[in-house]
C-alpha cells in the first residue's frame, strides 16, 4: 500500500511510462476515479473492513496503465493535461499543436479518460443554458 503522492505515473500500451503532477492528471475524470483511494473498486462483492484494501490498485500504487492508449497519444494527452492547468482560467487561449493524424486517436482517448461525463478535455466547456 502506497501514500498519496504529489506525482503520478501514467503507462501506455507500448510501455511509455509519464509522469505527471497529480493536480493535472485528475482533470481526466477516468484518472481521478482510479486514483482516488476512497472510491471502492466496483468488482469487489466482499466488504472489506479497511477501504483502501477495497479501492482500485492505481490508488494504492499511484501508477494507471492504459491497454488501449499508445505512447505517442498518451504523451500529447499528459501535454494538454499541463496545456489545460496552465490556461485553465485565462480568456484568448492559444491553439495547442495537434498532429491531424493523432485527432482521431486523441478524440477516443479524451472520450475513455473523461468516462462520458465532461466535454472539456474535447476543447470546449457545456454551454449554460
Request: charged share 25%; hydrophobic share 35%.
Amino acid at each position: 500500500m502506497s501514500e498519496t503522492t504529489d506525482y503520478v505515473t501514467l503507462v501506455s500500451n507500448d510501455g511509455f511510462e509519464f509522469v505527471v503532477q497529480r493536480s493535472s492528471a485528475c482533470i481526466a475524470e477516468a484518472i481521478k476515479r482510479m486514483l482516488d483511494p476512497r472510491r471502492p473498486a466496483l468488482d469487489k462483492q466482499v466488504v472489506l473492513t479497511d477501504a483502501l484494501e477495497d479501492n482500485f490498485s492505481e490508488a494504492q500504487t499511484n501508477t494507471c496503465k492504459f491497454e488501449n492508449i499508445s505512447g505517442v497519444v498518451l504523451e500529447k494527452v499528459c501535454e494538454y493535461l499541463y496545456y489545460h492547468e496552465k490556461f485553465r482560467d485565462q480568456k484568448d487561449v492559444p491553439d495547442m499543436d495537434i498532429p491531424p493524424e493523432l485527432c482521431l486517436e486523441l478524440l477516443m482517448a479524451a472520450d475513455y479518460l473523461n468516462g462520458g461525463t465532461s466535454p472539456s478535455m474535447l476543447g470546449h466547456e457545456p454551454s449554460a443554458d
